[in-house]
Every structure is written in structure tokens, then in C-alpha cells.
């Protein structure tokens, strides 16, 4: 299987197997190392130090959505704060 940057991967999956993914994702978190694997390719990323965490959900009569999105920066320097001013000036 090859190494790749982008990694997707769709599936039907029961509450005990998200539950075990999840878990896994946790896991992987405070370990250091995820390994992301399917049948299509395989991905190694290494989540460490500060990461912005953003959750979404929707709801209507046939579907309901979460999404749980984790980003952080491989640079080991700190993200210099901007201060933001907004006039009408």
C-alpha cells in the first residue's frame, strides 16, 4: 500500500465498530500516532502540541450530521496572535 498525503476513506459502519474507531482516534491522539489504513493506501499523521478542535452538527427529518474536525501545524513555533481591529471609519 502506498504512503500518501491525502487519505479518505466511506463506509457503513455499526455503533460498536464507530465506537472502536473512535477509540482508536483517541488513542492514536495521546500516543502521538494515527495510522490511517483501508484498502486504497495507508497514512501515518502525528497530532502533537496545540490543535484547534472545531464540532458541527444538522438536523432535519431524514438525517442527522456531526462533523469533528482536529487540525494542528507540524512547526514547532508559535502562531503569533494579530490583534484584529474592525472600524467603519
Known amino acids: 500500500m502506498k504512503q500518501s498525503t491525502r ?3 466511506e463506509s ?3 455503533s460498536d465498530s464507530v465506537q472502536t474507531l ?3 482516534l483517541n488513542d492514536g491522539i495521546a ?3 494515527i495510522v490511517l489504513e483501508d484498502e486504497d ?6 497530532p502533537k502540541g496545540l490543535a484547534n478542535l472545531k464540532i458541527s452538527a444538522s438536523q432535519d427529518e431524514k438525517k442527522n450530521r456531526l462533523y469533528i474536525r482536529l487540525t494542528w501545524y507540524e512547526s514547532t ?3 503569533r496572535e ?3 481591529k474592525i472600524s467603519s471609519k
Open 31 to 33: 500516543k502521538g500516532k
Open 82 to 84: 494579530k490583534q484584529l
Open 22 to 24: 473512535l477509540q482508536a
Open 12 to 14: 457503513l459502519q455499526d
Open 77 to 79: 513555533e508559535p502562531v
Open 41 to 46: 493506501g495507508t497514512m501515518v499523521i502525528k
Open 7 to 9: 487519505f479518505r476513506h
